[in-house]
Structure formats: structure tokens, C-alpha cells
């Protein structure tokens, strides 16, 4: 599921990981039987690798973590959303190209 680069991030961990994260954080709300979650993934992955220490980039399991899906209301999957000093600031929904997905998330280069 995740590589080196992203980190697994649930109910457990989440505070931790996102909310108190020193670095801006992109949560991928995903599941393994999602097929647009698989397709939004490598850009993910290039993000993470591109931006190691800058941003970090953390997948959260709908289907093991319901109650932080509920609560920033993750409707439909892919649901992306960039975290910074804990609270949302951009949100996607559904796959874009990389270079959509980047400039919606204002990442844009």
C-alpha cells in the first residue's frame, strides 16, 4: 500500500502524523478496492519522493478508519485534502492528472 515515502496514517496515529505535523501533510482518504484511489496513487508517490521533508503525504483507509472519514466528510473516494498547522486548506475529490492535482492543491510548481 504504502511506500517508503507515505505513511499509513489512522485513527491511532493521526494527530500525531497530521495535525501536529511541522510540515504541510496531503491525506489521501483511499480504498484497496478502489480503483480511482489506485489510479490518483503514483502521483502521490512522485509527490512524496519530490517533496521528501518539504510535505508529507499519508493514505488513510476509509474502510478501517470510518470515524476520521466521517469526520472530515469524506463522501467519495479519492478524497484528498492538504493539511497545514492541522487544519484543512485545500480539499480534492475523485482523479485528476498530475498536473491538475498538483495546481488544485496549490503545489503547483
Keep these: 500500500m504504502a511506500g517508503e515515502t507515505i ?3 489512522g485513527e491511532a496515529n493521526f494527530d500525531t502524523e497530521v495535525r501536529q505535523s511541522p510540515v504541510p501533510v496531503l491525506v489521501d482518504f483511499w480504498a484497496p478496492w478502489c480503483v480511482p484511489c489506485r489510479m490518483v496513487s503514483p502521483a502521490l508517490e512522485e ?9 508529507k503525504v ?3 483507509n476509509v474502510d478501517e478508519n470510518p470515524n476520521l472519514a466521517a469526520e472530515y466528510g469524506v463522501m467519495s473516494i479519492p ?3 492538504r493539511f497545514e498547522g ?8 475523485g482523479v485528476l492528472p498530475r498536473a491538475h492535482l498538483l495546481k488544485r492543491l496549490g503545489l503547483a510548481q
Design 86 to 93: 492541522g487544519r484543512e486548506v485545500q480539499r480534492v475529490v
Design 79 to 81: 478524497t484528498i485534502i
Design 58 to 60: 499519508a493514505k488513510v
Design 47 to 55: 509527490v512524496a519522493r519530490e517533496r521528501q521533508g518539504q510535505i
Design 7 to 9: 505513511v499509513a496514517v
